[in-house]
């Protein structure tokens, strides 16, 4: 299986497994994402996004309708706003 989801529903799928019900619902409640920038946010970057795995990246970016080309910092954000979204049934 590949470090890096390709779509929104697999990425939503596998936070859902890896978080805790507390974890999920102090993301839903978040005024900012930012606040998960260096906990979930670096978990992302090491294990979803600095895995040399660009096409599934640019895939799971172009679901959430994100440019392609985001990488890092902006692609864990675009990611984590993606979820609290998905966390608030939105």
């Known amino acids: ?16 497994r890896r ?8 993301i839903a ?6 606040e998960f920038h260096f906990g979930l946010g670096m978990w992302i970057r ?8 660009s096409e599934n990246l640019e895939s799971l970016l172009k679901d959430l309708g994100e440019p392609e080309f985001l990488i890092g910092d902006m ?5 984590l706003d993606a979820y609290q979204k998905h966390l608030r049934g939105k």
């Open 29 to 34: 409640e978040a005024e900012d994402v930012v």
């Open 75 to 79: 692609a864990s954000s675009a990611i």
């Open 46 to 53: 090491n294990y979803w996004i600095y895995t040399g795995e």
């Open 19 to 26: 978080l805790t019900k507390q974890e999920k619902q102090q």
């Open 1 to 16: 299986m590949a470090r890096c989801p390709k779509t929104a529903a697999e990425a939503f799928k596998r936070l859902d």
